[in-house]
């Protein structure tokens, strides 16, 4: 398996990351809110990827994982410009990204910022614009005041904290409602049992989407992490789907 290697961003922050090279489109995988390269998803698209030789990129956001920093100063803009930057130091010339949760939102400005690039799109519980629909109207006035809130954390001991940079940040990059102008392949797996992000989210999001190209899998007792091994067999048959068609 591939080593853990650092970047060194222009902040002089390090970036950990694994990167197996291979085939064209390099497989991307972007990891959910305070979640890292380590988790079952990431690691099982690592394998199918090193198994066929395809390229693929696992990375820890900074303030994650094994990458430097403080998550209280993550920022879905300041994450996308510092993978588009690992992305240009590797020199992969063109990427299909995955993405886990807020890794689905995060992967929609990616697609936007590496352009041609990008060649197709898989969003894994899709959470796109979560500031917006997963949040009460206190929550997001007690941010917009510029405080940090805490909601319980059902994967932890300790409590999921949403930071007014963050959120911040993010209501300036919400795009369901604008519209996608991605044109590619693009595949969306969602659990209907979800308790964290409404399945109809990932619909909302194949409605904004420019591409004809849109598949929406809907997996009835599937929960949010959609983690189980045949979760992770859905997955890693719609990579090899769009992996023939791209070789067709």
């Known amino acids: 398996m591939t080593e853990i290697a650092r970047f060194t961003l222009p902040s002089g922050q390090q970036m950990a990351y694994r990167h197996l090279a291979g085939t064209s489109p390099t497989i ?3 990891p959910g809110y305070m979640s890292d ?11 199918w990827a090193r198994q066929r030789g395809h390229g693929c990129l696992l ?3 900074t303030g994650c994982g094994m990458s430097d920093g403080d998550f209280a100063d ?3 803009s300041k994450w996308r410009d510092e993978i588009v930057a690992l992305i240009d130091h590797l020199g992969i010339d063109s990427v299909q990204l995955v993405g886990s ?9 990616l697609a936007e910022a590496l352009g041609d690039r990008t060649r197709a799109l898989v969003g894994i519980a899709p959470a796109p614009d979560f500031t917006e629909w997963g949040l009460s109207q206190s929550q997001r006035i007690e941010l917009a005041a510029g405080r940090t809130i805490y909601e319980d954390n059902p994967y932890g001991p300790e409590p999921t904290p949403t930071h007014a940079g963050f959120f911040s940040d ?9 519209g996608i102008a991605f044109e590619g392949p693009v595949r969306l797996i969602h659990g209907q049992a979800d308790a964290d992000v409404p399945w109809e989210i990932s619909i909302n999001l194949a409605r904004a989407l420019r591409s ?7 997996i009835k007792d599937g929960d949010h992490r959609l983690s189980r091994p045949a979760d992770i067999a859905l997955l890693l048959r ?3 789907g769009l992996a023939a068609g791209q070789a067709a």
């Open 28 to 30: 991307v995988f972007l």
């Open 37 to 47: 390269m380590a988790g079952g998803k990431a690691q099982a698209v690592l394998e």
């Open 59 to 61: 990375l820890d956001y």
């Open 74 to 76: 993550g920022r879905l």
């Open 101 to 109: 949760s807020m890794g689905g939102w995060l992967m929609l400005l």
């Open 170 to 178: 993010a209501e300036r990059h919400k795009r369901l409602a604008s």
């Open 212 to 218: 004809a190209d849109v598949q929406v899998h809907l």
């Open 238 to 240: 719609e990579l090899a």
